[in-house]
């Protein structure tokens, strides 16, 4: 496994730690970070309001299912699985574009599709929302 991929690795894991620290420490402090059609962040200090998200409670549970790089670029697909203050759960899937500078993400392009809700006394076609949107 690549410096890259194991930066990457060390993200996730720090967001279903929640670990502030441990997710900044993987980042470049001029980071950028952008989901099409949600939001568009610029730098550490506004990732780091991001990382734990208004809308939702509790941990996240977000897995890797494949992991693929070819030169700086990293590209990661996998579930996460998060509750939503409302209540029900948000059951995603994503794919992450990671641009990466020294071992560290220089600039992350998110792509999350949320799935039908398994629990219909939760609600259906629940949308993913950022805090920030």
């Not at 980042?27 to 970070?33: A, K, P, R, S, Y």
């Not at 610029?42 to 070819?70: L, Y």
Request: charged share 25%; aromatic share 8%; with cysteine.
């Amino acid at each position: 496994m690549s410096p890259n991929q194991r930066a990457v690795e060390k993200y996730i894991d720090g967001f279903n730690k929640s670990d502030h620290a441990q997710i900044l420490s993987c980042l470049t402090d001029d980071v950028e970070w952008l989901m099409p059609g949600t939001f568009h962040l610029t730098g550490k200090d506004a990732f780091d309001r991001e990382i734990e998200n208004d809308a939702f409670t509790g941990r996240p549970v977000v897995t890797i299912t494949r992991m693929v790089e070819q030169n700086d670029v990293v590209i990661a697909e996998g579930t996460v699985r998060a509750a939503w203050k409302k209540g029900g759960l948000l059951n995603a899937v994503y794919c992450d574009v990671f641009e990466m500078e020294n071992a560290r993400i220089k600039r992350l392009i998110s792509y999350l599709v949320a799935l039908p809700d398994p629990d219909p006394a939760a609600g259906s076609g629940a949308q993913f929302q950022a805090s920030g949107a």
